[in-house]
């Protein structure tokens, strides 16, 4: 018979214990600790909108971690990016991206954030007038200033004043706004095809887009003192929807109306007295629609744009004599540019400039 080799209880009780040790063992062992990620870098001043320029800090509080950041809107990695050694300058709109990394730790989460300063160094920007700053003020000018013999600028705006259809004001330097003239409807409401214009006689003229008599818009004269006047109500049949002004050589004014749906446009010269005559009344086919703006050239004769129509639809550009004949120059085909909504200027050189809102390579062109 053998021997009895039972095992001891206390050993039994034991087993267990073993067996659940040398098993976390054997784990630490093929699965040793991951290291914890960095903690992501900060930014100091935050992202955000700065008028002046600023002084980057990023710092990150893993101790011995090393930092690397971006400015061109790429991610940084341990590889790319610029290794951090000090604060960074910010002197326009950036995008910052900066992680944290080294020896004991994996990468960090890419920090990021857009800084906007609006000012280029040593220029300040100053806010001279809110819109509406008190009752009767006008309220969004969508058009650009023109600087006044007397030094002040002068606008307008699309609404605000005393019936809410627009204004025309003056603003010093110092950016006191006075509200010279407040349109009612019946003489005109939403001044915003373009900007004012100083005539020789010293006033300024302008037009609304809707608003008159009819309601198709007018062309307006005001006074440096404020007294308004209506030149022209457009009826339909003399246009619709008039666009801008410019004075030419001859001393009467020239301009166009875009149709607004109801026709393709025209081109016109009115007089100082207000008589207008139609010279141009276009067609999307032959001459293009929705005429903008127009520039004298030093040839005497008118140069503009048209921002659809013409052979392929895509606009046109358009020259035209005082007397109203009219020359197709350009018709825009989508590869050399589409669409240019707004009229040319013209060099020291004698040539003429724009832009199309769509076609070429992408989208839009310069020419």
Not at 265 to 290: H, M, Q
Not at 323 to 339: D, E, M, Q, R
Not at 340 to 367: C, E, M, Q, R
Request: charged share 5%; proline share 5%; aromatic share 10%.
């Amino acid at each position: 018979m053998c021997a009895n080799h039972d095992t001891p209880h206390w050993q039994r009780s034991l087993r267990p214990l073993l067996l659940a040790f040398a098993f976390a063992f054997c784990l630490a062992g093929a699965f040793p600790a991951q290291a914890a990620p960095a903690v992501a870098p900060v930014f100091s001043p935050p992202a955000g909108i700065y008028s002046t320029a600023q002084t980057v800090t990023i710092s990150t509080t893993s101790s011995g971690a090393t930092i690397r950041y971006t400015t061109d809107g790429s991610t940084p990695t341990e590889t790319n990016g610029t290794a951090y050694s000090g604060p960074v300058g910010i002197g326009n709109a950036t995008m910052l991206k900066a992680i944290a990394y080294g020896a004991g730790f994996t990468d960090s989460s890419v920090a990021a954030g857009f800084f906007t300063v609006t000012s280029a160094p040593g220029y300040t920007l100053n806010v001279l007038h809110d819109f509406p700053a008190a009752s009767g003020d006008g309220v969004g000018p969508l058009t650009g200033l023109v600087l006044g013999r007397d030094g002040n600028f002068y606008g307008t705006t699309a609404v605000g004043g005393a019936s809410n259809d627009g204004t025309v004001f003056k603003m010093t330097p110092a950016g006191a706004v006075t509200i010279l003239a407040s349109f009612n409807g019946a003489n005109g409401i939403e001044p915003y095809g373009g900007s004012l214009i100083q005539a020789g006689d010293g006033n300024f003229y302008g037009t609304t887009y809707i608003g008159g008599s009819i309601g198709y818009g007018t062309v307006f004269k005001v006074t440096p003192a404020g007294a308004l006047t209506t030149l022209v109500s457009f009826d339909g049949t003399n246009g619709v929807g008039p666009y801008s002004l410019v004075q030419g050589g001859d001393g009467n004014f020239y301009g166009t109306t875009n149709g607004s749906g109801r026709n393709d446009g025209t081109i016109f010269k009115l007089t100082p007295g207000g008589v207008l005559t139609t010279l141009v009344s276009l067609n999307r086919a032959t001459t293009g629609l929705g005429p903008n703006s127009l520039v004298q050239g030093n040839d005497g004769n008118f140069y503009g744009t048209c921002s659809g129509g013409g052979g392929g639809g895509y606009g046109t550009a358009f020259k035209m004599t005082p007397a109203g004949v009219f020359t197709l120059l350009v018709t825009f085909a989508g590869t050399n540019g589409a669409c240019p909504t707004v009229g040319l200027i013209k060099g020291s050189d004698g040539n003429f400039y724009g832009t199309t809102g769509g076609g070429g390579s992408f989208v839009g062109t310069a020419y």
